[in-house]
């Protein structure tokens, strides 16, 4: 966010964003007044940029990643993983507590209910497993030099 007007500012409110080429970022500020504003927000963002402005135009080059920031993104990637799996599970618990009320109250018998719990439980680990090889994925991805 940008300090513009008086007031904290997501930065695309105050400028265009373009990636001209792979390694830059082109911020066109359109309000010469916040140029400073916004290259200062830049540089003291946690993403260790150093922006170069020449009055309207902020040229951001995006440094190639060490491998100590790329060991870092994988960490990242790994506990957004965790808390996809937790949701999951989550899920799959409001499910089997949702078949054990409708066992109990007689809306399903209980083979019925034991056929939707292995359904259930299949869906679950298909999808911690779609997770599992996404952040797999992700994490060659962001270790590929």
Known sequence: TVEAYGSEMP?????TL????????????????NVKAVERAIRESALG???????????????????ERRTELARVAHRYAEQARVAVRNVRRDGMDKLKRMERA?????????????????????????????????ESEIMQV
């Open 11 to 15: 930065i695309n409110q105050v400028a």
């Open 49 to 67: 940029l150093n922006p170069a402005s020449d009055g309207q135009l902020i040229r951001v080059p995006i440094p190639e990643l060490s491998e």
């Open 18 to 33: 373009g990636a001209p080429e792979p390694r830059m970022l082109t911020v066109q500020v359109w309000d010469r007044s």
């Open 106 to 138: 007689g809306d399903l018998s209980q083979d019925e209910q034991h056929l939707w719990s292995e359904e259930v439980q299949e869906l679950t680990d298909r999808f911690v497993k779609e997770i599992d090889s996404a952040v797999e994925v992700k």
